[in-house]
């Protein structure tokens, strides 16, 4: 019962911050990016953490199911930061991302003479995934933390455009964090409480489009069995800035890597 108070307690501030955030979700990520002055794990992005311990849960997925010799591209890429690693795997690497202020800055972070390329691109939008096809042949894909915070007709877009782009030799590995309890108590759990939210969580709450789950039954949703093959999924741990001291947050998490059919 305490708990619940303590929930209905934060509704007015996060209604607050939650009534500033644009209603169209491009220019909602466009004035986020653009107001961010830190990356990393001391930060202002909520979901840029180091990438290690995440990233372990990912390599033998890749591993048992991808084409090294392909392309690869992060969907979503925001700073640049998993483009980067993937670019260790992959003979090259492009991020893309709706926010033209999150691929400058993602230029700006990446070392010259790194296989890596960067574009603002909407892959909900028709004719996108055409478009990078016909540019790089079929592609592995990378998806971290972007299916959770778009609306279903949104989600079959893009899994549309990623069906295009993968080809018949590309592979698809996404990520996303399955909190399955309600958003005040997601916010609790990343430590908001009535008098405090962290400034990674507010930055979040009053800048970009409302979270949601994202988990095997909206998978099955977005990616129909007709069209692609699971290959593997399960539970994983999402890693998010430290909100207080210097551990970082873990989130429940979900992923999935498929092939088309």
């Excluded at 603002?120 to 939008?125: G, I, K, N, S």
């Excluded at 405090?196 to 949601?212: D, E, F, Q, W």
Aim: charged share 20%; with cysteine; aromatic share 8%.
């Amino acid at each position: 019962m305490l708990r619940i108070v303590r929930q209905l307690l934060m509704v007015p501030e996060v209604a607050r911050l939650a009534r500033h955030t644009p209603r169209d979700p491009a220019a909602a990520w466009e004035g986020y990016w653009s107001d961010v002055r830190a990356t990393g794990t001391r930060g202002e992005v909520l979901w840029d953490a180091d990438i290690g311990p995440e990233a372990e849960q990912y390599t033998p997925a890749m591993d048992s199911s991808m084409d090294f010799s392909l392309p690869v591209l992060d969907v979503g890429c925001g700073n640049g930061q998993w483009t980067r690693w993937l670019a260790l795997r992959f003979p090259a690497a492009v991020g893309v991302d709706v926010a033209e202020s999150a691929v400058r800055r993602a230029r700006q972070e990446t070392d010259a003479g790194q296989a890596v390329s960067f574009r603002a691109l909407d892959l909900t939008e028709s004719r996108a995934g055409d478009m990078l096809y016909e540019e790089y042949g079929e592609m592995n894909v990378f998806v971290r933390g972007v299916f959770h915070v778009l609306r279903p007709p949104q989600r079959r877009q893009l899994a549309q455009s990623l069906h295009t782009v993968t080809g018949r030799r590309g592979r698809v590995l996404l990520t996303e964090t399955n909190y399955r309890g309600t958003p005040l108590s997601y916010m609790q759990s990343l430590g908001a409480t009535p008098g405090s939210i962290p400034h990674p969580l507010r930055k979040a709450i009053g800048g970009i489009p409302v979270p949601g789950q994202f988990g095997a039954r909206e998978r099955r949703a977005a990616f129909p069995e007709a069209q692609w093959q699971l290959l593997a999924d399960g539970p994983v741990t999402i890693e998010a800035v430290p909100m207080s001291g210097d551990r970082t947050t873990a989130i429940p998490g979900y992923f999935a890597t498929m092939g088309t059919r």
